[in-house]
């Protein structure tokens, strides 16, 4: 993959991208449109966001700085940027296709997920939220929604514009990212979110087949007991 870097802003430069052929349409979110597919005479796997309506200067503006910042990071669990331009009237980013399910729709689907799949998900989320936080980047809204998922792989990837979110400036904290892990723990262990931010009702409480020891962390990282969740990834 070749990432086109600009040292303008991508605005002043908004090029005409070749001819897109979707193959499917991923769930809108923030006014934000990702379709999966290739350009015509390239069968690389792709997606490519667009704002949902051409009214919006909000998410055009998202998408700027979600090109800004994918073309920087070199994390697997983030982003990786190909290109960004302009297709049907409208700024497009242009990211390789990790491939995989959207965690929200796989959860809708499955209800929850068993033990194993739940733990290979969750250390990958982990091991992304690490290599960010080692750069000093955290993650604004952290949510089922914001990753894609290969099951067969055990993977997790960002492809939303999570990173875009975060605030541009100022420290990273790196408990707000380590509660949404918590919380991703529990919603694919349990079917459902934490009922509270204080006080959800334990996993081991809702399933007694989950290890007491795997229980009692995602109730730390949620924040619930005695411990706080810990910086130490920061």
Known sequence: IVVLLYDRPAAA???????????EALPE?????????????????????LPSRADDPGAA??????????????????????????????????LVDPGGLPLDVLLELE???DLATALRIG????????DLHARRIGVAGLEASALLVDLDEGRARLFDGSLARRPASGPVDARSDLHSLGALMYEMLAGAPPASVRAP???????TRIPASLSELVSRLLGIGTSRPSTDAC
Do not use: C, N, Y
């Not at 009702?201 to 399933?207: G, H, N, T, V």
């Open 123 to 130: 250390s990958s989320v982990a091991r992304g939220l690490e």
């Open 29 to 49: 979110r923030d006014g934000i449109v990702t379709l999966r597919g290739h350009f015509a005479g390239d069968e690389r796997k792709l997606l490519v966001r």
């Open 61 to 94: 503006a998202r998408l700027e700085r979600e090109w800004a910042l994918a073309s920087e990071l070199d994390v697997p669990f983030a982003p990786s940027a190909v290109d960004f331009g302009e297709m049907s009237s409208q700024p497009a980013l242009v």
């Open 111 to 113: 209800g929850k997920l």
């Open 201 to 207: 009702a334990s996993l081991r409480e809702r399933d």
């Open 13 to 23: 430069i908004m090029k005409s991208l070749p001819a897109f052929t979707p193959t």
